[in-house]
């Protein structure tokens, strides 16, 4: 693009959503509306529909049903990161098997979502530990002194959790 095309624009809050934000709104949608497996939405016909992993964060990213979440619509690039940051976390811990030929491993978050022994339970609170994790690893110097200097001032040692805590307060 021509830099002197106008670029293109997220409006209003949408435009700062990090993965983390979508992951957590994923797994707010999964609480309110239903977990599935085998499709990213269930055919139920309404505007909320009970979705998969993948499809609770193609709503967050969106706001609204993609039937493709991360190829198709404005917010497709939003939903891919948050997609990409899920499966790099689920590789980090060994959940899935990222390239390998491990015959019972998952190899993407869609499969994991689908696993026989898959809960909705234990999907929203990967996503959640997704999102704790991105945050944590995508912190700010000056975000990490900020908190610090707050728990000094409150005669308390900084720690991960802490840290968690005070950034979702803010």
């Not at 491993?105 to 499969?111: G, K, S, V």
């Not at 840290?163 to 307060?169: D, P, Q, R, V």
Request: a negative charge; charged letters at 20%; glycine letters at 8%.
């Amino acid at each position: 693009m021509n830099p002197t095309q106008k670029q293109p624009t997220t409006p209003g809050a949408l435009a700062d959503l990090t993965p983390a934000d979508i992951l957590r709104c994923a797994a707010r949608y999964l609480e309110i509306h239903g977990w599935i497996k085998g499709t990213y939405y269930s055919n139920q016909g309404c505007t909320f529909p009970p979705a998969c992993a993948v499809g609770a964060i193609g709503m967050a990213a969106h706001g609204r049903l993609i039937t493709i979440p991360a190829a198709h619509g404005s917010g497709a690039r939003d939903c891919r990161r948050a997609v990409d940051y899920l499966t790099d976390y689920l590789s980090d811990l060994g959940i899935i098997a990222y390239g390998d030929d491990w015959s019972t491993a998952p190899t993407d978050a869609i499969e994991w979502n689908d696993r026989d022994d898959q809960t909705a339970e234990r999907v929203i609170t990967t996503l959640r530990a997704a999102a704790d994790n991105y945050d944590w690893s995508h912190a700010t110097a000056e975000q990490l002194e900020t908190y610090a200097e707050h728990e000094y001032a409150n005669e308390s040692l900084p720690t991960r959790e802490g840290f968690l805590a005070w950034i979702g307060a803010r």
